[in-house]
């Protein structure tokens, strides 16, 4: 933790655990660290309950030092996720989390610790553990004691927060626009606190890795310090065990992909290259050169070769209609998309999959495997513009059979480089007319998109909006990690420590600042800034060779005046020009 936060006392404990990736790689260790902290405030609520306060949530334990004269006295303990009306809600009626434990106190004065019960979903066969030299962990900021007659000091109470070692300092963010201030700070905490399994996992309601959580995060966690570890071990996770949906099957390539051209080593994908291979879903084509879930290709066979037993299905956005805790017919966040055989956006992603398994295969000399990958490409850019693209309205429709265009069947093909130059101004022009009509996940891809096609202006209203599908009103209910969707009413049963919310945490500085890296290690890099209205921005990118900072002013001419500091050896690209330092 910073100064900032006010943390009076830091304790890391190291716990060493081994993870064997494959016969390929070494054995890596994972540290997970334990930091003592101390409450912000401590305080007295009506009725004598004393309210401790830590600021913000982090996934740990409790540990309270109190006083009995007697050791007949009994005091009661809450620990909670979030208050309404400055006390704990008590009551929940969502996965946030609340626990209770009565402590019957012993004669003088103890250190007592607060007894977290496992949770029975988010401890089962599919979730990962707490290792047993750590013990169960509970997402909270606030402890209120009852029936406890002594003031109770700041120094009695200690969290033990559980997260991957992480360095506070090494990223910065910072601009004219105080909301995205709050942003990048919100998002940066998430994937610190978050990460106390040491794997990116969806929350605390299942504590399972999902590919679609582990690509933002991962994105994330890159932007704020330079660990490369924990998107590893998540990976090969997700290869021996993948989730369901169709596109979060491919994503294990682009995350593989995101390891490979920011830590430089390419031991993991060459280690792992047969699956990643399988994982393009080559073998799930139709005649027409598409992918299909749906036309009976799902062989046991298929199945076993990216260690699936069940079928897997598209998905697009998440929750659908109907779903997680949404009444029948309540809209779902996938812009009432039209499914059909052969999806648009479940393509889109294939065809991204396979143009990086083109250069990953050529990097590590399987010729033949590139042009098989590069051919299909292809073929599948040649469909999208002949049969998924309607002309007379200048949009993507959801796929073959159907003449509905959702948001997402047209902020895919934008971001993947599918949408020719001269059709890109109708896309462009439909998706602005969707507003933000998809869920947090969704969201990191339409502002992808957005600034890839050069929208930065409408990109940075998204980013700043305090809207009720914003990363402001996460800010504005209370929330101290990014939720899983926009609000409540969007998901229900959602959790309030979902890291896919922070796409904030990487978009500000891969987009808005515009730092990506064009060569593996980031010894070659593009920094392209679209600060759009904003008067100033900086940030500091953590790097393997060593911070870069970057300086973005603009001046009463209108001109954008650009700063960079680079470490040796990284050659920086400004638009088309080169200088290495």
Not at 181 to 187: D, E, P, S, T, V
Not at 286 to 306: D, K, V, Y
Not at 469 to 483: A, P, Q
Request: proline share 5%; hydrophobic share 40%.
């Amino acid at each position: 933790m910073t100064r900032d936060h006010h943390m009076i006392t830091r304790i890391s404990l190291l716990i060493s655990l081994s993870f064997l990736f494959s016969a390929a790689l070494q054995a890596q260790e994972a540290f997970l660290v334990k930091e003592a902290q101390r409450p912000l405030s401590v305080s007295t609520l009506p009725g004598g309950i004393q309210q401790a306060d830590f600021g913000r949530v982090a996934f740990g334990q409790l540990e309270i030092r109190l006083t009995s004269r007697t050791g007949r006295d009994t005091v009661i303990l809450h620990l909670g996720e979030r208050a309404i009306d400055g006390r704990i809600w008590r009551n929940p009626t969502t996965t946030v989390r609340y626990r209770k434990q009565v402590l019957p106190l012993q004669k003088g004065t103890h250190t007592y610790a607060f007894d977290i019960e496992p949770d029975r979903r988010n401890t089962g066969r599919d979730a990962i553990k707490m290792p047993a030299a750590i013990g169960e962990v509970l997402p909270f900021r606030w402890l209120e004691v009852e029936n406890y007659g002594r003031p109770l000091r700041a120094k009695d109470i200690t969290r033990y927060a559980v997260h991957v070692p992480f360095r506070d300092d090494a990223a910065s963010f910072r601009c004219s626009n105080d909301t995205l201030n709050h942003l990048w700070n919100l998002c940066k905490y998430t994937v610190k606190a978050t990460s106390f399994t040491g794997y990116y996992v969806d929350g605390d309601r299942e504590r399972i890795p999902y590919e679609a959580d582990a690509l933002i995060n991962q994105l994330c966690h890159y932007a704020a310090d330079c660990e490369f570890t924990t998107a590893r071990r998540t990976l090969a996770h997700l290869l021996d065990h993948p989730t369901w949906p169709t596109e979060w099957i491919l994503q294990a390539i682009p995350i593989a992909w995101n390891d490979w051209m920011f830590s430089g080593d390419d031991s993991f994908i060459r280690a792992h290259y047969p699956l990643l291979k399988k994982r393009t879903l080559l073998d799930l084509r139709t005649e027409n050169g598409l992918i299909s879930t749906t036309t009976g290709l799902q062989t046991p066979e298929f199945l076993a070769s990216i260690n699936r037993t069940a079928p897997i299905r598209d998905i697009v956005d998440w929750p659908h209609s109907g779903s997680t805790g949404l009444a029948k017919g309540q809209g779902g966040e996938d812009d009432g998309y039209v499914y059909t055989d052969c999806n648009t956006v479940v393509n889109a992603w294939f065809y991204h999959a396979l143009v990086l398994m083109e250069e990953m295969a050529r990097h590590l000399g399987y010729s033949t495997d590139a042009e098989l990958f590069g051919d299909a490409a292809q073929k599948v850019q040649e469909v999208f513009d002949n049969e998924l693209y309607d002309p007379a309205r200048g949009v993507y429709v959801d796929g073959i059979g159907t003449s509905h265009a959702a948001l997402h069947a047209n902020v895919f093909p934008l971001l993947f480089g599918l949408v020719p130059p001269e059709r890109q101004e109708g896309v462009v022009a439909f998706i602005r007319s969707r507003g933000m009509a998809c869920s947090v996940y969704g969201a990191q891809f339409l502002l992808d998109a957005l600034y890839q096609a050069g929208e930065a202006g409408y990109a940075l209203s998204l980013l700043s909006s305090d809207s009720l599908r914003s990363w402001y009103n996460m800010l504005r209910v209370g929330s101290t990690l990014t939720l899983e969707a926009w609000d409540d009413s969007f998901k229900p049963n959602q959790d309030w420590n979902h890291a896919w919310g922070a796409a904030p945490g990487n978009l500000l500085p891969f987009r808005l600042i515009g730092f990506q890296p064009l060569e593996p290690g980031c010894t070659r890099v593009r920094i392209h800034p679209q600060p759009a209205s904003l008067k100033w921005a900086r940030a500091t990118i953590p790097t393997l060779l060593g911070p870069v900072h970057i300086r973005l002013r603009t001046a009463r001419s209108g001109r954008l005046r650009i700063r960079v500091r680079a470490p040796r050896g990284m050659t920086v690209q400004l638009g088309e020009m080169e200088k290495s330092q």
